[in-house]
């Protein structure tokens, strides 16, 4: 059979939820307190996890070291590879010297820090999120706000908080694929109407946050009263982006809704700003105006050439995933078919299968399966490198150029990819030994307060592993079957497990490291991590209270 899992191991289950806790408990305390680095702080709650897996939930010694190591492997492929690489292709733009063209570009579409925060962090990075995910957005527009003059960690912080409006769509719907894909059994539908209906509710969820987004990221970075001074770049961003988000989501395709969303975001912006610009240019505190302004004539008229990398980038991403994107494609036309011949599924040796799940986190014994995908050629950071160097080729960078520049970014990023290992080796820990079902559990005692409590457990997920799409994984199902037993919408469970869990994004130990390294800032993520957390927890509670109402007052609002 396998060794069982036991979700109450400590007898109560408060008791056991607590001391199920302590990992994280103890990456809090290390990285936000005691402001230990992040790779330390990692480390010390890795080996929480394992002694919690061995001395608590009495795991095996060589499944607990096994799902540890497949958390490292996991990691290295469906987080590092793909943050690394955008990391990578950024430097590369700087290289080359074609992010100064940017920077040009930039400055003649307004020189106002607050706008062009909105136009970087919450447009483009909404872009980029939608193409990719996995970390590339934070790094990517972190490290052009601060290549453009942004003090380096306020760039981040604000990468961080305008990540929330897009991630649940991120990489082309990919966290509702996974979710739809884990429970549509539980629900007895197809899997691609579960996914369907699952976007119809984040689209009827996330919109009435998104939309607040871009004034609460200039009230972050320069106050309430310097936010009212551009009140119609901020609607106009923002309530472009939400209907759009809720039109795609509810209408089009969950793989669409972030692409859709950010470039009437952007579009709408710049249209605004040909027209409109605010009575004085808000910079930051000692900041000095350049000596030559630039023109908006001057912007547009370099802005192809200058965004030509990006360009690049996207179409690369957007050829990578046609078949997801223009339904009813040709097997020969899709180019994804061709990318996934070459993808590698494997078991992974000594724990798959060897996990017993059971009810309430399944509806009868099951064994957990551990099986590892590798993506070679789909995977986003693969198609990201293959940008980068098509895109350093276009900027007449040289092959030893491109090289020296991977060098570069590697020892760049050491100490966030071994925290991304370590982090995931967490997670895996716990999810295999039973101790983040048992805070799932207990989160789920709460009755006809679950919806409130449903955005949290999504919210812990994502804190532990840095990915909606892995929190679905994690705790998808369990929501599920929980809102089945307590006769509310499972649709309503899923849907509030994936927009809670956004809001974690902005708090999760590999996304802080991804954002401290892009700046140059290694070591700052425990500053990062107390700039974040209170905002965190905060729109974690308002998309829980959002779904509370929708589970007791506003039920029109759950698709059927």
Do not use: C
């Amino acid at each position: 059979m396998g060794w069982v899992q036991d979700y109450q191991p400590a007898g109560p289950l408060w008791l056991s939820a607590l001391l199920a806790a302590l990992p994280v408990f103890v990456l809090l305390i290390a990285l936000g307190i005691v402001r230990l680095s992040a790779p330390v702080s990692a480390a010390l709650s890795l080996l929480t996890a394992l002694v919690v897996a061995l001395l608590v939930y009495g795991m095996p010694v060589g499944l607990a070291f096994d799902s540890a190591a497949m958390g490292v492997v996991f990691g290295v492929w469906s987080v590092a590879w793909i943050a690394f690489h955008a990391v990578y292709f950024h430097n590369v733009t700087v290289a080359t010297g074609r992010f100064e063209q940017i920077k040009a570009v930039l400055a003649g579409f307004s020189e106002d820090r607050r706008l062009q925060a909105l136009l970087i962090a919450f447009g483009f990075g909404a872009l980029l999120e939608g193409v990719a995910g996995g970390g590339s957005p934070i790094a990517i527009t972190a490290a052009m706000m601060a290549a453009l003059g942004f003090p380096p960690v306020r760039a981040v912080v604000l990468a961080l908080l305008a990540n929330t409006a897009p991630v649940a769509f991120g990489g082309l719907g990919n966290p509702l694929i996974v979710l739809g894909r884990l429970t549509a059994p539980i629900l007895g539908m197809e899997q691609g109407r579960a996914t369907d209906l699952y976007s119809a509710m984040v689209g009827r969820q996330l919109p009435l946050i998104a939309w607040i987004v871009p004034a609460f990221l200039v009230i972050v970075m320069a106050g309430w009263k310097r936010m009212l001074e551009v009140w119609p770049a901020v609607l106009t961003t923002g309530i472009s982006f939400a209907v759009m988000q809720y039109v795609t989501a509810n209408f089009i395709s969950p793989s669409l809704v972030d692409v859709i969303a950010a470039l009437a975001a952007m579009g709408s912006l710049w249209i605004l700003t040909r027209f409109w610009q605010p009575r004085t240019i808000w910079r930051f505190e000692n900041e000095t105006a350049p000596a030559t302004e630039a023109t908006p004539q001057a912007a547009q008229k370099g802005a192809f050439h200058a965004w030509t990398p990006y360009i690049i980038l996207i179409v690369a991403i957007f050829l990578s995933r046609i078949g997801s994107i223009i339904k009813g494609l040709p097997s020969w036309l899709d180019l994804s078919v061709l990318l996934h011949k070459a993808d590698w599924k494997f078991p992974w040796p000594g724990l798959h299968n060897q996990v017993i799940q059971h009810a309430p986190i399944t509806p009868k014994d099951t064994p957990y399966a551990a099986t590892l995908t590798i993506d070679w050629l789909f995977s986003p950071g693969t198609v990201a490198l293959i940008a980068a160097i098509i895109a350093g080729l276009v900027m007449s960078a040289s092959p030893g150029l491109l090289v020296a520049t991977y060098r570069k970014t590697l020892h760049q990023m050491r100490w966030a990819l071994l925290t991304i290992f370590m982090i995931l080796a967490i997670a895996f820990v716990m999810n295999y030994s039973g101790a983040t079902q048992t805070l799932g559990l207990a989160l789920a005692t709460t009755g006809v307060l679950f919806p409130l409590f449903s955005a949290y457990i999504g919210w812990l997920g994502v804190f532990l592993t840095g990915s909606d799409a892995s929190a679905n994984s994690l705790f998808g199902p369990m929501q599920v079957i929980s809102a089945q037993q307590l006769h509310i919408s499972p649709i309503l469970a899923g849907a509030t497990n994936t927009a809670g869990g956004v809001m974690a994004k902005m708090i999760s130990p590999q996304n802080l490291a991804i954002g401290a390294t892009a700046i140059g800032q290694s070591g700052k993520e425990g500053q990062l991590l107390r700039m974040t957390f209170w905002w965190s927890v905060i729109l974690a509670f308002v998309v829980g209270l959002i779904a509370l109402l929708q589970a007791t007052v506003l039920t029109w609002m759950i698709p059927g």
